[in-house]
């Protein structure tokens, strides 16, 4: 099993990068690639631009990482409530070669923040919304106050709560 994981977020420290990486680490077996939206910076999306330069080759790479994927996790950050600017830009991109860039792929949508909302504005935005761009989302979890909840030395999620509920929901990914 190929897993997909990345953090919805250009981050260099991004705590959604680590929960996505330690989420994809608990599947037994699979094969796992992190990736960083980083790779696949481009300019802002507009109309004129994508005229101008057609599809841009990092949106078509990240479009061909997600259909070689037999699953997918991502971890959003958010930011005043929404999605990151690094990440809505790379999905504005990538929508455009195909609507449905997540090709049907099961998917676990994440999000953490430091804070106690635990980033869940996002999640519920990116989770009411997938089914328009073909992502099967087999579950979804937030994880508040994320520093008090993940040992980020160890880099493993110490709230036992919160750690069944995500080995629960990484355990849909396979079925």
């Known amino acids: 099993m190929k897993v997909l994981a990345f953090a919805a977020s250009n981050s260099q420290n991004s705590i959604n990068k680590m929960l996505a990486t330690y989420a994809a680490n608990l599947i037994k077996g699979a094969e ?24 841009p080759q990092q949106a078509q790479d990240f ?5 070689e994927a037999d699953a997918i ?22 929508s455009r070669i195909d609507m449905k860039l997540y090709q049907n792929k099961p998917i676990l949508m994440l ?6 909302g635990g980033a869940a ?30 040992d980020v030395k160890k880099q493993v999620l110490t709230n036992r709560e ?6 629960a929901a990484v355990a849909l990914l396979s079925l």
């Open 32 to 55: 796992i690639e992190v990736l960083d939206i980083n790779d696949y910076e481009m300019p802002i999306f507009s109309d004129v631009r994508e005229a101008q330069l057609g599809q």
């Open 63 to 67: 479009f061909k990482k997600l259909g």
């Open 73 to 94: 996790i991502i971890s959003y950050a958010e930011h005043n409530g929404s999605y990151t600017a690094a990440f809505k830009n790379l999905f504005d991109w990538t």
């Open 121 to 150: 504005s996002v999640l519920a935005s990116a989770a009411g919304s997938a089914h328009y761009f073909a992502a099967d989302v087999k579950a979804t979890l937030s994880i508040p106050s994320f520093f008090d909840n993940f």
């Open 111 to 116: 999000a953490t923040s430091p804070g106690p």
């Open 162 to 167: 919160l750690n069944e509920k995500l080995q």
